[in-house]
C-alpha cells in the first residue's frame, strides 16, 4: 500500500516550508540574543562605571530630551533590575533557539527519509 505521489509531493512541500520557516525564524532569534547580549555587555559597563564612582555622588540620567539627577544607588537598582531582565530574555530567547533548531532538524530528517523511501520503491 503505496501513497499517490500528489500526496507525496504536497507533503514534501509542507515539510519544505517548515523547514524554511524555522530556518528563516533561527536566524531572526539568534539576532535578537546578539542584541540582548550586546545590550547586557553595556548595561556591565555602566555598573561598572557607576560603581567607580566615590559615595554619594549624584549623576544625570536621560529621560527623554532631558536629563534628571540620580542618586548612584537608585541608578544601580535600576542597572541590576534590567541586567536581570536581559538575561531573562536570553535565556527564553535560547530555548526558542533550541526549538526552532530541533524542529528544523526533524524536518530535513523528514525530507530525506522520504526521498529514500523513494529511491528504495
Do not use: C, W
Request: net charge neutral; no cysteine; aromatic share 4%.
Amino acid at each position: 500500500m503505496s501513497i499517490p505521489n500528489e500526496a507525496l509531493q504536497k507533503l514534501a512541500q509542507e515539510i519544505e516550508s517548515r523547514a524554511l520557516q524555522a530556518e528563516q525564524a533561527i536566524g531572526g532569534v539568534k539576532a535578537q540574543i546578539a542584541a540582548k547580549q550586546r545590550d547586557g555587555r553595556l548595561l556591565q559597563l555602566t555598573t561598572s562605571e557607576v560603581r567607580s564612582l566615590p559615595t554619594g555622588t549624584n549623576v544625570y540620567e536621560g529621560v527623554g530630551k532631558m536629563f534628571v539627577l540620580s542618586p548612584t544607588a537608585d541608578v544601580e537598582t535600576r542597572l541590576a533590575d534590567e541586567t536581570k531582565g536581559l538575561k531573562s530574555d536570553v535565556s527564553n530567547l535560547e530555548k526558542k533557539l533550541h526549538y526552532l533548531e530541533t524542529t528544523h532538524k526533524n524536518s530535513r530528517e523528514h525530507i530525506d527519509k522520504m526521498f529514500d523511501a523513494g529511491r528504495r520503491g
